[in-house]
């Protein structure tokens, strides 16, 4: 198996938000409560239970006229993942065929060290406080089927393959800006775009952080110690802002 | 599979035969977010979207009398295997507490509903609409025109009917005299 790779292609999205329940659907994920925040865009924010959503972005042009931008938001599956390289007990992982970044939720012992790792800021936790986020489908994936969101998507704004073949497709097509074509070692989800990735309030430039493997060399040793991780322990030792 | 011979193959196939009949789940536990899955040795079987006009083709997996997924089918080329977010939600409504099974009934001036059969509720309907029909049917006008014709019923169709359904409910409709047929799509 090559690496795999979604290409969102937000022009062609419709904003139908096929995608958001197809996800619910297949995950097994309830619903949440949510509020009215003066736009279409629902849910606010990435959480526990939600794997992925669309950001409805109004944006007025230059010629004055209000464009209405649909972005996909979920976790950007990267070549060189923070996550996973911060990740004290190795919940965390990389699968070598695909490039999906995936989690085992026994494993995790929820020290949201990955949150505070991640370029994107994307890792949610459960009510139990365990890693969740989008994890690719790596169990359809696997079994040869593409992803929920993949398979739902009415337009073709969501289109999964070798990723070597759909950047290929994409520049074909005429998209002139590939967000994620080379940013933090090719990411496994790639925006063809006919703008700048700033108009799409996407992260121009994402890093990781400079001392991640310092971290999480520090976090292993701590946890040798005996030393039992949690977000308060994180927030003491700084990794934690707030 | 290179090194396996004849015999042992045969030994190989037995065995899973006998396995298979006693079915016990072999496959390794695997350490993705999703352990296995989930729709591996479901029923699949075809169905229509309710919603809408368009009625898109789906595939329903079902365990154990169960529906476990609902997905777009992709061999339909009126969705190829696509869902909007309403058809893509559908697991719902089959697995859903607030989903009404039986029939029920709210007598004129009771205020609770209460369950009852569908052959006394299939039965009552058709009572009451041949009373009504038979009351008001209207055989000639003012003008003594034969118009054979229904003003006391009306029918409201809703954009989840198919071409077929709207047929059939057209011809039904006519049938009973009725002139007041009406679609939502419309309203």
Sequence with gaps: ?242 | MGGISRRNFLKLSLGSLVLSSISIDLTPVKSYAATELKIRNAKESTSVCPYCSVGCSLIVYAKGGKVVQVEGDPDSPINQGALCPKGASLLQMANNPYRVMEPLYRAPGATEWKKVSWEWALSEIAKRVKATRDKYFILKDEKGRVVNRVEAIAHVGSAALDNEECYLLQKLMRALGLVYIEHQARI
């Design chain 1, 1 to 242: 198996m090559a690496r795999k790779a979604l290409l969102i292609t937000p022009d062609l999205c419709i904003g139908c938000r096929g995608c958001q329940v197809a996800c619910k659907s297949w995950n097994d994920l309830p619903a949440e409560k949510t509020k009215n925040n003066g736009t279409h865009e629902n849910p606010p924010d990435l959480t526990g239970y939600t794997y992925n959503r669309i950001r409805f972005i109004e944006k007025v042009n230059e010629k004055g006229e209000v464009q209405w931008l649909f972005v996909s938001h979920r976790c950007l599956h990267c070549g060189e993942p923070a996550c996973v390289e911060i990740c004290p007990v190795k919940a965390l992982k990389k699968d070598a065929e695909t490039g999906i970044v995936y989690y085992d939720k026994n494993q995790c012992i929820g020290c949201q060290a990955c949150q505070a790792a991640c370029p994107f800021n994307i890792p949610r936790y459960d009510k139990n406080g365990k890693i969740s986020k989008c994890h690719f489908c790596i169990d359809r994936v696997k079994a040869g089927l593409s992803p929920a969101c993949v398979k739902t998507c009415p337009t073709g704004a969501i289109k999964y393959g070798n990723r070597e073949e759909i950047i290929k497709e994409a520049k074909a097509e005429g998209y002139s800006v590939l967000y994620g074509e080379t940013e933090l070692g090719g990411l496994g989800v790639v925006y063809a775009l006919k703008a700048s990735p700033k108009e799409y309030n996407l992260a121009e430039n994402p890093k990781k952080p400079e001392n991640l493997i310092a971290m999480g060399q520090m976090l292993r040793t701590l946890i040798e110690k005996g030393v039992a991780l949690s977000p308060s322990v994180l927030k003491d030792i700084g990794l934690i802002k707030g």
